[in-house]
């Protein structure tokens, strides 16, 4: 039965997916000012011809809830190029055009400008059709299929149509197709491909696959839907709600998301990695186009070379920014439907289906008879097991890209460095896992990078308590800080438990990483929660009690040990 309502954008829409609501309806604004800075710097070698540089210029945009003013925007090179243009593009990018005829060994860049960005979280109301009645014809474009949004696949049509059966209200039809990427894609950079199809059979991609899926699967049922590329910045902000404080947070680096079009609204800005109707301002919009392959001014690097030219050109980047001003104040509720996965959007007025979600059945309990008959035989590794190991993020691996037998380009890239600062700060960081056989753990692993200092770790592994760290259980072995490498990049470093004689039923256990002296450690984390629940990465300050703080990100962490083939049980 459908009826008038509150909703929030994301709800469960099928009850043979839920396990579990992660569903979080908000209200509130957050209103910044922001001082913004890139720099950038090419180095070229000897046989390096005309090189040519493009910057898009951040555009002013309003929309419902996502507002972004910029001013006071300057770039400058140095040396000064032989020439410079400005133009504007089918898509109304602004691009800035340095090129040199015969460029010097090392061009510096500076981009800077000033960002009045405003979040506004208030009830939305639209009453759109589906299907759309009619599209402007400078909307059309963003219908059409791409190499990289296969819109006109079979697959990804089938599975659009099945999505939206039924559906009379394009909102209807977005949160859908929205939630169901949103539960199907795991994030992971890089991924093999960045296109809509590979996303759709794999289920894994970064920020580019989960927009070029959302956009195919969107403009497959006649929803224009285009990509967006800009920045995030790590400024975390908190949302309030009755069991604690939420924080969200991105890496700083560059960004992919999409804006979907209503007649009655305009374009609404979404990130289908956990938030629908709205982007935080915490995001820079930069660019706009039909796909990543359109996409591809902003930062691009272009040159010339000849034949006998050795060595390879380099580029390098630092995103810098400071919040002059920054007013948070934000509001959440979890709601008993939505998908299985972290979303988070404003309350929207519309006609919707809802789909109450059920919860999950609790882990078996196993016997005391049943536990001496366990036999510990077969390997077991499990965790959030898939990050960018021994990546250099101030130097990624962007790869140049022939245009011609003596032209290359090279373009931004989306490594972003997402991990937290876990030592120091006066700030205890725990991240759940769930298993759902018994085991004999042998080994904790983090995904860690030294960045200095002194001392020793260790893992507390913790029971659970209503969904938050209790007593200590078991430490493992201590490992001195100078056994890790310092060369950049995260790797895993692994805790022994082997010599505990640790066995752990199945239920929820908690990782803490425990330390002496002054280690500088950052722990890698992954956008959304591809292994565990929305409150499984908690946070406390060390001389609090309760573990009150939740993450919406999940710490990359495995588990290895032996498991059982299987339990016997009498009837």
Not at 126 to 132: D, K, N, V, W
Not at 171 to 189: E, G, K, L
Not at 539 to 568: C, H, M, P, Q
Request: hydrophobic share 35%; aromatic share 12%; glycine share 6%.
């Amino acid at each position: 039965m459908k009826r008038i309502l509150l909703l929030i954008v994301f709800f469960i829409l099928f009850a043979t997916i839920s396990s579990w609501a992660e569903n979080y309806t908000v209200q509130g604004n957050m209103v910044s000012q922001i001082r913004f800075e890139i720099q950038k710097n090419v180095t070229t070698v000897p046989g390096v011809q005309k090189t040519i540089l493009s910057f898009v210029v951040p555009p002013t945009f309003q929309s419902p809830t996502f507002n972004q003013d910029i001013k006071d925007f300057d770039i400058t090179f140095t040396p000064r190029p032989t020439n410079k243009d400005r133009s504007t593009d089918d898509r109304g990018n602004q691009i800035i055009t340095a090129t040199w005829e015969e460029p010097p060994r090392s061009i510096d860049v500076r981009l800077a400008f000033n960002a009045a960005n405003t979040t506004k979280l208030k009830t939305l109301e639209t009453g759109a059709p589906f299907p759309l009645a009619a599209v402007p014809d400078e909307v059309k474009y963003y219908l059409k299929p791409t190499e990289q949004v296969q819109s006109e696949n079979a697959q990804i049509i089938n599975k659009a149509r099945e999505l939206t059966q039924g559906v009379t209200t394009e909102f209807d039809a977005v949160q859908r197709t929205v939630s169901w990427v949103v539960d199907h894609v795991r994030y992971v950079t890089p991924p093999k491909r960045y296109d809509a199809l590979y996303t759709f059979e794999s289920g894994k991609g970064n920020c580019q696959n989960f927009s070029h899926l959302s956009a195919a699967l969107l403009r497959a049922v006649g929803i224009p839907a285009r990509i967006v590329n800009g920045i995030t910045l790590n400024k975390p902000f908190n949302i309030s709600r009755q069991s604690g404080v939420l924080t969200v947070k991105m890496g700083q680096g560059r960004h992919s998301w999409i804006e979907v079009w209503f007649p009655d609204l305009g374009w609404i800005p979404l990130d289908a990695q956990q938030t629908s109707m709205f982007v935080a301002n915490r995001f820079i919009r930069v660019e706009v186009g039909i796909d990543n392959n359109e996409t591809i001014k902003d930062g691009r690097l272009r040159w010339t070379q000849t034949r006998s030219t050795t060595g390879k050109l380099k580029s390098y980047e630092v995103i810098g920014a400071d919040f002059d001003t920054d007013s948070v104040k934000v509001n959440g509720n979890r709601e008993l439907y939505g998908p299985k996965n972290l979303l988070i959007s404003p309350l929207v007025k519309a006609e919707f289906k809802k789909v109450k979600y059920t919860p999950p059945p609790p882990p078996p309990v196993i016997s005391d008879e049943e536990k001496k008959k366990l036999r510990f035989t077969i390997p077991f590794i499990f965790g959030n097991l898939e990050f960018p190991e021994n990546i250099d993020f101030a130097f990624p691996p962007t790869p140049t890209v022939a245009m011609g037998e003596k032209s290359f380009e090279k373009t931004r890239d989306f490594y972003v460095e997402t991990a937290e600062y876990v030592t120091t700060k006066l700030i205890q960081y725990a991240q759940v896992f769930v298993l759902a056989k018994p085991i004999k753990l042998q080994k904790l692993g983090l995904a860690l990078h030294k960045f200095g200092g002194d001392g020793q770790l260790w893992i507390d592994l913790y029971k659970d308590n209503k969904g938050k760290p209790g007593d200590i259980l078991s430490a493992s072995e201590m490992i001195d800080l100078q056994q890790l490498s310092l060369r950049p990049g995260y790797r895993w470093v692994d805790f022994d438990f082997s010599r505990r004689n640790v066995i752990l039923m199945p239920g929820s256990y908690w990782i803490g990483l425990g330390y002496t002296g002054s280690p500088i450690l950052n722990w890698f984390y992954t956008y959304g929660k591809p292994v565990g629940p929305v409150d499984g990465t908690r946070y406390k300050g060390v001389y609090e009690e309760d573990w009150s703080g939740a993450l919406s990100y999940e710490f990359n962490y495995r588990v290895v040990g032996l498991t059982v083939r299987t339990i016997a049980r009498s009837e």
